[in-house]
C-alpha cells in the first residue's frame, strides 16, 4: 500500500463500475494467483463415491480471523450446494495464526471443530478431491452477502452452527473471561471501532470506518435511552482506547489480557507489520484473545460499531437479535 501502483490502481477503481472490477478481478487473479484457483485432483483410490471439498486460505496470510472464518462458512455453503464432504485445511495451507508452539496442527482446529467426521489424511488418499479457491469470491448467495438484518443474520447463524461449533477450549476460555471482568451483560454495550490500517490503508472497496467523535454521538444516545451499565469496547488501535477510556472512564471495560497497536505507521497492514507484535508474541493466543472479544460481544445486548468483517461475523455469532444495534454505513474507501 502506499506504492504509485496502488495508487493509480485506486484512482482507477474509483472511476470504473463494480461490473466492471469484478471483470478485472476475474482476469488477474487467473494470470497472478494460478495456484490459488479451484482446482479437481486424485490422491489416491480410497473413497470413491464421494466428493471432497478442501477449504484452503490464501496464501499471503493477510486475511485476519473472521475473513477466514467467515470465507470458510461461504465455501461450506457451496460445498453442500453441490453435495461435497466439506474440510478445512489450514495445515498443508498456512495463515498468520500458525503457532509451531501448538500441539494441534490445523490451525482451524485451535478455535472451530470440523464440518466432517473425515480426517484430512483420508482424504488426501481419496479420489475426488476439490481444492478450494479465489473463485469462491464470485459465488454469492444472498445469505453471505453483508447484511446486518436480524433475520439474515438468524439465518446465517443457523447455517454456520449446525455444521460447526467453537472448539472447547475456546468456549472455556470465553466463559472464564466473562467471570474474570464481571460483566451483566443484559446491561452492557457492546463498542467495536477498527483503526490502525483500515483508518490509515483506507483500503478501496472497504466500508469507511467511524471515528471516535462518531461512535460516541450514537454513544450518548444509547447510554441516554437504555439502561446500560458499562461499555465493552473492542479495537486494536491505542489511539481509539485512549480517547473512550478517557470520556467513559471505569465505565469502559476490556478484556483481562487487552493490549493495543501504539506506533503503526501505516505502511502496511498489520498482519505483515511489526506492530502486531504489540497484540501478542502468539500468534495462537492473537486469535484466540479476538474471538473470545467477538463471542462476548455477540452475547451482549447492545451494539455499535463500524461495517466490518468482524461486526459481521460476531452479529451471526449472536444466538438471539440484539435488543438494539447499530452499524454504520459510511459508504466505501475509494468510492
Known amino acids: 500500500m502506499g506504492t504509485l501502483k496502488t495508487k493509480i490502481r485506486k484512482k482507477l477503481f474509483s472511476v470504473m463500475s463494480d461490473k466492471t472490477i469484478d471483470r478485472f478481478y476475474r482476469v488477474y487473479y487467473r494470470v497472478r494467483y494460478p495456484k490459488e484457483m479451484q482446482k479437481k485432483c486424485s490422491f489416491g483410490s480410497h473413497n470413491p463415491d464421494k466428493t471432497f471439498y478442501v477449504i484452503r486460505p490464501r496464501t499471503d496470510c493477510t486475511e485476519g480471523l473472521m475473513s477466514l472464518f467467515m470465507n470458510v462458512a461461504k465455501n461450506m455453503h457451496f460445498a453442500y450446494e453441490h453435495n461435497y464432504e466439506p474440510i478445512i485445511d489450514f495445515e498443508n495451507y498456512q495463515t498468520q495464526y500458525i503457532d509451531n508452539s501448538r500441539s494441534e496442527k490445523n490451525v482451524w482446529e485451535y478455535y472451530f471443530t470440523q464440518p466432517t467426521k473425515y480426517t484430512l489424511k483420508e482424504i488426501y488418499q481419496s479420489k475426488n478431491v476439490i481444492l478450494s479457491g479465489l473463485n469462491i469470491q464470485w459465488y454469492k448467495p444472498a445469505l453471505y452477502e453483508v447484511n446486518f438484518s436480524d433475520d439474515i443474520l438468524r439465518q446465517l447463524h443457523d447455517d454456520i452452527f449446525t455444521k460447526i461449533k467453537f472448539s472447547n477450549d475456546v468456549m ?18 457492546a463498542l467495536y471501532l477498527r483503526g490502525t490500517d483500515y483508518i490509515k490503508l483506507k483500503p478501496s472497496g472497504h466500508p469507511v470506518q467511524p471515528t471516535v467523535e462518531q461512535a460516541v454521538e450514537v454513544v450518548e444516545k444509547y447510554l441516554n435511552q437504555y439502561d446500560i451499565e458499562k461499555i465493552f469496547l473492542i479495537t486494536e488501535d491505542g489511539e481509539i482506547y485512549e480517547k473512550i477510556k478517557s470520556k467513559y472512564g471505569d465505565k469502559c471495560v476490556i478484556t483481562s489480557s487487552d493490549t493495543f497497536i501504539k506506533n503503526y505507521d501505516g505502511k502496511d497492514y498489520i498482519s505483515h507489520h511489526q506492530s502486531i507484535n504489540d497484540l501478542g508474541n502468539s500468534p495462537y493466543q492473537r486469535g484466540l484473545n479476538y474471538l473470545i472479544k467477538l463471542i462476548i460481544l455477540s452475547e451482549c445486548e447492545y451494539f455499535i460499531g463500524g461495517n466490518t468483517m468482524g461486526s459481521w461475523a460476531a452479529c451471526a455469532f449472536a444466538e438471539q437479535p440484539f435488543k438494539a444495534k447499530y452499524v454504520f454505513d459510511l459508504g466505501m474507501y475509494g468510492k
Open 172 to 189: 472455556r476460555a470465553t466463559k472464564e473471561e466473562i467471570s474474570k471482568i464481571g460483566l451483566n451483560l443484559t446491561k452492557t454495550l
